[in-house]
């Protein structure tokens, strides 16, 4: 079964400080992506960045980074220098090859909120 | 280029009564897919559509239903409501074979049982 685990529940740092998300993923299969996502106040689900099974190459995008490794089942994301507006829940989900349709069906974890403070 | 749009924006309904949300895609998307996201918790797969059809269904009861019509838009159906069933319920739309694209998301549907 697929399950995906997202231990701290409330982070707070102050403005520009980085901050890292866990995220801890269980799956069987061998073929799933792994997602981020932002939710800010107006309820909207944000995509952030994504990562296939394949490919465990950390990259940095702007602020954001993440570290995908595959021994640990783990996928974490970081926000480099925080700003304000960077204050949101943060869901890590995961996705298996379904079928031919390729519209996966995601399974998300119960979020992490995040605070910057001014 | 207009995304995901979802009606109405909130709704308040009574336990027994029955409901229904709408759903239109991102333009060039062609599946829609449902979740639920009860508050403090994360989003929960109800179904997916494509082609007019229910591809994949999570654990839902059958009170959930839902279509998609010729134009790809979607409704999602919510019969004998339950106190329970209070939540923010989200529309995704992707494309069929993108198996490396992300879903887009709504705004979403806050409904709320008295």
């Known amino acids: 079964a697929q399950k995906v685990t997202q231990a701290q529940t409330e982070i707070s740092v102050v403005e520009k400080e980085d901050v890292t998300l866990d995220c801890v993923y269980e799956t069987r299969d061998t073929t799933y992506y792994l997602f981020w996502y932002k939710q800010p106040p107006s309820g909207e689900l944000v995509f952030l960045i994504r990562?296939?099974?394949?490919?465990?190459q950390n990259e940095i995008s702007g602020r954001y980074s993440w570290n995908f490794q595959k021994s640990t089942s783990s996928f974490n994301f970081t926000i480099t220098a925080s700003q304000v507006v960077d204050s949101a829940v943060y869901f890590c989900a995961l996705s298996e090859y379904l079928d031919q349709t390729g519209a996966n069906n995601l399974f998300f974890g119960t979020g992490t909120r995040l605070t910057v403070i001014p | 280029d207009a995304g995901v749009t979802q009606s109405p924006t909130h709704l308040i309904k009574t336990r027994g009564q029955q409901v229904t949300l709408r759903c239109s895609p991102k333009?060039?998307?062609?599946?829609v897919s449902w979740y639920q996201q009860a508050l403090g918790q994360g989003p929960q797969f109800i179904f997916q559509?494509?082609?007019?059809?229910?591809?994949q269904r999570g654990n839902f009861p059958d009170r959930f239903s839902g279509h998609q019509f010729p134009n790809y838009s979607s409704e999602l159906n919510v019969n004998a409501l339950l106190l329970g069933d209070s939540a923010l319920y989200l529309c995704?739309?992707?494309?069929?074979?993108?198996?490396?694209?992300?879903?887009?998301f709504g705004d979403g549907t806050r409904l709320s049982i008295l």
């Open positions: 559509y494509y082609e007019e059809e229910e591809r």
């Open positions: 990562r296939n099974s394949f490919d465990e």
């Open positions: 333009s060039g998307h062609d599946t």
């Open positions: 995704a739309s992707g494309k069929a074979g993108g198996l490396d694209q992300p879903q887009h």
